[in-house]
């Protein structure tokens, strides 16, 4: 099977009740790991890229990595996706090289400026076979080159989803409804406190997300900043050396509602980054004689692979869709 866009995904799970999981992919054991999951589930999968991992890792290596991908899991269907691409070039570019789908985040200007460069990357994206996912309002915290701070984040407005939607012509949307970038999506204030001293964050803003699906019937809606930031890595990572103090996520029964709504993508990348960091950390705290690396990224790719199976079993509901 070659790369698809997210067109027909969409369609299915947004039909069937269920979310596509939409994984952020720097090197190659986060590429097998999220695809080996994927592939023994029967799980459809997004590969999402970001302009931070571009610039890392090269465009051309990272497509080639998903290409073998295709190769050894030729049975589930696999999207490549730009995140949070900032221009017009950056989105042709990826367009150009191979991308499926790509994502403009226009969401820091104002509303017609937003449309006005959403409408640029949607036409010549569509001549070209791939579908854009654009965004209303705007997330609060730190991934890659996305940086929003405290207080500046705003919450989407669903009386401009229908005019936005329908002058751009984008394929699915983002929308802001609660969640947050990185691994400190929401400050000690923000929450309580459980029994056990753990911090509770906020509610999701359902409201909104559903005034947004009434008024975009069978539209695809898309939520980023959606780790759940496992405590158990946050432990691993303290334990064995790290400094994460009141790192917090998104509780997973709140991303499983979301899927049975109207999202039909959801954003996961910190989860992967603690995962594998956790368990280097650990590797290295228990074989301070090791230096081979493929020593502690063999774990650290497992680790990857349990917690993305985890998520399309028990959080996106995709095992078995594709």
Same mark, same amino acid.
């Given at each position: 099977?070659?790369?698809?866009? @997210? @067109?027909?995904?969409?369609?299915?799970?947004?039909?069937?009740?269920? #979310? $596509?999981?939409?994984?952020?992919?720097?090197?190659?054991? %986060?590429?097998?790991? /999220?695809? !080996?999951?994927?592939?023994?589930?029967?799980?459809?999968?997004?590969?999402?890229?970001?302009?931070?991992?571009?610039?890392? #890792?090269?465009?051309?290596?990272?497509?080639?990595?998903?290409?073998?991908?295709?190769?050894?899991?030729?049975?589930?269907? %696999?999207?490549? =996706?730009?995140? =949070?691409?900032?221009?017009?070039?950056?989105?042709?570019?990826? $367009?150009?090289?191979?991308?499926?789908?790509?994502? $403009?985040?226009?969401?820091?200007?104002?509303?017609?400026?937003?449309?006005?460069?959403?409408?640029?990357?949607?036409?010549?994206? =569509?001549?070209?076979?791939?579908?854009?996912?654009?965004?209303?309002?705007?997330? !609060?915290?730190?991934?890659?080159?996305?940086?929003?701070?405290?207080?500046?984040?705003?919450?989407?407005?669903?009386?401009?989803?229908?005019?936005?939607?329908?002058?751009?012509?984008?394929?699915?949307?983002?929308?802001? /409804?609660? @969640?947050?970038?990185? #691994?400190?999506?929401?400050?000690?204030?923000?929450?309580?406190?459980? #029994?056990?001293? $753990?911090?509770?964050?906020?509610?999701?803003?359902?409201?909104?997300?559903?005034?947004?699906?009434?008024?975009?019937?069978?539209?695809?809606?898309?939520?980023?900043? &959606?780790? &759940?930031?496992?405590?158990?890595?946050?432990?691993?990572?303290? @334990?064995?050396?790290?400094?994460?103090?009141?790192?917090?996520?998104?509780?997973?029964?709140?991303?499983?509602?979301?899927? !049975?709504?109207?999202?039909?993508?959801?954003? /996961?990348?910190?989860?992967?980054?603690?995962?594998?960091?956790?368990?280097?950390?650990?590797?290295?705290? !228990?074989?301070?004689?090791?230096?081979?690396?493929?020593?502690?990224?063999?774990?650290?790719?497992? *680790?990857?692979?349990?917690?993305?199976? =985890?998520? /399309?079993?028990?959080?996106?509901?995709?095992?078995?869709? *594709?």
């Amino acid at each position: 099977m070659a790369l698809v866009t @997210t @067109t027909e995904m969409f369609r299915k799970a947004y039909d069937g009740g269920y #979310a $596509i999981g939409a994984f952020n992919v720097n090197n190659m054991e %986060i590429v097998q790991g /999220i695809t !080996e999951a994927a592939g023994e589930l029967k799980s459809p999968v997004i590969l999402q890229v970001s302009k931070g991992a571009r610039a890392y #890792a090269n465009h051309t290596y990272l497509v080639k990595l998903v290409e073998a991908a295709i190769i050894e899991n030729p049975e589930i269907p %696999i999207a490549l =996706h730009l995140d =949070h691409g900032d221009t017009f070039e950056l989105c042709k570019s990826c $367009i150009d090289g191979g991308f499926t789908s790509v994502m $403009i985040d226009a969401s820091s200007k104002s509303f017609e400026d937003n449309i006005a460069l959403t409408k640029q990357v949607v036409e010549y994206a =569509h001549a070209h076979g791939v579908v854009v996912e654009a965004e209303l309002g705007t997330l !609060e915290g730190v991934e890659d080159e996305v940086v929003v701070e405290a207080g500046k984040a705003s919450y989407t407005r669903p009386e401009e989803v229908e005019e936005f939607v329908t002058r751009t012509g984008c394929d699915s949307l983002a929308i802001a /409804i609660g @969640t947050s970038h990185g #691994a400190y999506k929401f400050r000690p204030e923000q929450c309580t406190r459980n #029994a056990e001293g $753990i911090l509770v964050p906020p509610p999701l803003r359902f409201d909104v997300l559903e005034e947004v699906s009434r008024r975009l019937p069978g539209f695809p809606i898309v939520l980023h900043g &959606s780790s &759940s930031v496992p405590q158990e890595f946050v432990k691993m990572v303290n @334990t064995y050396g790290g400094n994460m103090p009141d790192a917090i996520g998104i509780p997973e029964n709140e991303l499983r509602h979301a899927a !049975e709504l109207s999202v039909c993508k959801i954003n /996961i990348d910190s989860d992967i980054r603690l995962a594998m960091t956790g368990n280097i950390r650990k590797y290295f705290a !228990e074989h301070p004689d090791h230096f081979d690396p493929r020593q502690y990224l063999k774990p650290a790719r497992q *680790a990857v692979k349990d917690m993305v199976a =985890h998520k /399309i079993q028990n959080v996106l509901g995709s095992a078995g869709k *594709a």
